[in-house]
């Protein structure tokens, strides 16, 4: 069976300080990853997503940057951080037609920037 | 622009029936989707709809109308374990998921 797993689940970083969030996809291959930022009381926002290997593509203009080393790990990333950048993210990844649209989430990171 | 509506927050009595409403205007239509999230937690999905009519699925069901960009999910003999938030998500033409705000389901014994 497939399974997706992010980490770390919670963090608090000062402001200015580098990101790395990271999320691995087992049981399948070829899959399309997401990183998407949830704030509270709006809907979810996608950041990035990948279709292959090296392949990013960025939806909205920001601090943060995503690569595909491996075709099962997908990492978000931060070289610093703003206090707007606080945010439950979530990795998430679909099959790669959409006949069915699922999406299949990781656990969320929690991301405090003070 | 796109847009998908629902509303912010619901009350329902256990073991009653609950339907949470979603609106949605975007540039095409390839589906429509109910995801559940409590809170701290990852959605997780409940729903595809991308025919229009009713689909059942146990304690839950998902209703859509195309032409008037309508769907609702229709919830039955309440448990307090179905207190959470309702995401509605259409995929649009270009087969990017549009996702609501989410409405928030409280559930009173």
């Known amino acids: 069976s497939q399974t997706i797993h992010q980490w770390p689940a919670t963090l608090v970083q000062p402001v200015g300080s580098p990101l790395s969030l990271e999320c691995t996809v087992e049981?399948?291959?070829?899959?399309?990853l997401y990183w998407y930022r949830q704030a509270a009381g709006r809907g979810l926002q996608l950041l990035f997503y990948?279709?292959?290997?090296?392949?990013i593509s960025s939806e909205v203009p920001q601090n943060l940057s995503a690569s595909r080393p491996q075709d099962r790990q997908f990492i978000l990333s931060s070289k610093k951080l703003l206090l707007s950048d606080s945010g439950f993210y979530l990795c998430?990844?679909?099959?790669?037609?959409?006949?069915?649209?699922?999406?299949?989430f990781g656990e969320g990171s929690r991301l405090t920037v003070l | 622009g796109q847009n998908i509506d629902q509303p912010t927050e619901m009350t329902a009595t256990e073991g009653a029936i609950v339907q949470i409403n979603c609106t949605y205007q975007?540039?095409?239509?390839?589906?429509l989707f109910w995801y559940q999230q409590h809170a701290g937690e990852a959605p997780t999905f409940l729903s595809y709809?991308?025919l229009d009519g009713l689909e059942e699925k146990g304690r839950f069901s998902s209703f859509l109308s195309r032409s008037k960009g309508y769907s609702y999910l229709l919830l039955k003999e309440l448990q307090m374990k179905d207190s959470a938030s309702y995401l509605c998500?259409?995929?649009?033409?270009?087969?990017?998921?549009?996702w609501g705000a989410g409405t928030k389901l409280i559930i009173k014994p």
């Open positions: 049981g399948t291959s070829n899959p399309n």
């Open positions: 975007t540039s095409g239509f390839n589906g």
């Open positions: 990948s279709v292959g290997i090296g392949q």
């Open positions: 998430a990844w679909s099959v790669a037609d959409w006949n069915t649209g699922e999406l299949f």
């Open positions: 709809n991308v």
């Open positions: 998500a259409v995929l649009d033409s270009n087969y990017q998921l549009i």
